[in-house]
């Protein structure tokens, strides 16, 4: 028994290391939202800098719709813990309006990716008469399309 001690030990620490490395969200790939819109995101560079693409299922305007630029940043501090925030914008191709989105990269309880953000939306408008109805707010949840194999 007194033997043993030593190795079962070594065996805790060994699966208790293994068990607790936390999976970490990550922004690269491609999502969609509950809107059905679709975003895809390219390399995160080591300043956190992103570039991809946004196709929005939904439009304020009655043009037709277009897939989009975005561009972002994601927060590098050492505090994120796996689990960053980050902000990007999208210039929209199809209309004069322009959308930033803010939010969090998290890992939920069932070990899902997931992205949980806040927009505003910027019409453009004829006057600075017509500035209180430009602006729209809201929320949007991303979660990561599987890609099929
Ligand atoms: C426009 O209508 O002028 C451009 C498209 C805006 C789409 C908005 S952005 C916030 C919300 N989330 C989406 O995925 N689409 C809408």
Redesign the pocket.
């Known amino acids: 028994m007194v033997q043993a001690t030593p190795l079962l030990l070594v065996l805790f620490l060994a699966l208790g290391a293994h068990g607790l490395a936390v999976k970490k969200c990550s922004l690269t790939g491609r999502w969609v939202?509950d809107?059905g819109?679709n975003m895809t995101i390219m390399t995160v560079n080591a300043n956190g800098a992103f570039a991809g693409s946004?196709h929005?299922?939904?439009?304020?305007?009655s043009n037709e719709i277009k897939l989009s630029p975005l561009q972002g940043s994601m927060q590098k501090s050492p505090n994120q813990k796996g689990q960053p925030t980050f902000g990007f914008t999208?210039n929209?191709s199809?209309?004069?309006?322009i959308?930033v989105f803010t939010g969090q990269c998290f890992v939920d309880e069932y070990g899902k990716e997931v992205l949980k953000t806040m927009?505003l939306?910027r019409?453009h408008v004829e006057n600075i008469k017509n500035d209180w109805k430009a602006t729209r707010v809201?929320t949007?949840v991303f979660t990561r399309l599987q890609s099929q194999e």
């Open positions: 939202n809107l819109s946004y929005t299922a939904v439009t304020a305007t999208v929209w199809f209309s004069d309006s959308t927009w939306l019409s809201g949007n």
